[in-house]
């Protein structure tokens, strides 16, 4: 079975572009949860979907958007980057049926704003 | 609002030693806590799930406690190795929500 596939792995953008990130959960996941980051630091919480929608919304500005589509996989958009949106995003899938479900990583999108 | 503690930051160690991680959360009405590994870079990969019933997970020289009482897992590697050299991270699933809460991790050298 395929694990968390998100792409691309890398990508490299100007300040003010829009950035588009793609992830797949594993088959028969129904929740995806996207975090940022940064180096040194732990990953932090930006969006959560379940069954397509949002159940939860880090403290990230409205530059930051994301959807969940009806096979399950989601995007995550950030518009008008800033030197600072530079970081490791990573996808994570969970069947989410109970609260006993761990979470599983995809490998990331390492994003950098120049 | 949870917070995840991981003491030490960074360790350095030799090859062969024994060696325990430790993190500490706020809240102690968890689901459960995970334990990760992410190499530089890289993902994270799962390496330990603890139900909030349970006291204990094992996997071969892993080994990750959970004490909800007092807020604090242990992940005790046994015998390290050079390839055990990555970060290690902690995330704690709260009471009330679906979303981990992560620490800052603790780096872990393990030199020849």
């Known amino acids: 079975d395929a694990g968390v596939t998100q792409s691309p792995t890398h990508l490299i953008k100007t300040r003010g572009q829009q950035v588009t990130l793609r992830c797949s959960p594993i088959s028969g996941h129904k929740s995806v949860s996207w975090y940022q980051q940064v180096l040194g630091q732990g990953p932090q919480f930006i969006f959560q979907y379940y069954e397509k929608e949002e159940r939860g919304r880090g403290n990230f500005p409205d530059r930051f958007s994301a959807r969940q589509f009806p096979n399950y996989s989601s995007e995550l958009n950030v518009n008008a980057l800033l030197l600072g949106d530079s970081a490791l995003y990573l996808c994570?899938?969970?069947?989410?049926?109970?609260?006993?479900?761990?979470?599983?990583f995809g490998s990331g999108t390492r994003l950098t704003v120049v | 609002k949870q917070e995840v503690t991981q003491i030490p930051a960074a360790l350095s160690v030799p090859e062969g030693e024994n060696l325990v991680l430790n993190c500490s959360f706020t809240?102690?009405?968890?689901?459960?806590l995970q334990w990760f590994r992410q190499d530089p870079g890289k993902g994270l990969t799962s390496l330990l799930l603890i139900q909030s019933s349970q006291r204990e997970q094992t996997s071969g020289r892993l080994n990750a406690s959970l004490d909800k009482s007092s807020g604090r897992s242990t992940l005790y590697i046994a015998a390290s190795q050079p390839g055990d050299s990555a970060t290690y991270l902690c995330a704690a699933l709260s009471g009330g929500s679906y979303i981990p809460t992560f620490g800052r991790g603790t780096s872990l050298i393990v030199h020849p």
């Open positions: 809240d102690s009405a968890i689901y459960n």
């Open positions: 994570a899938s969970s069947l989410l049926s109970g609260t006993g479900d761990g979470y599983t």
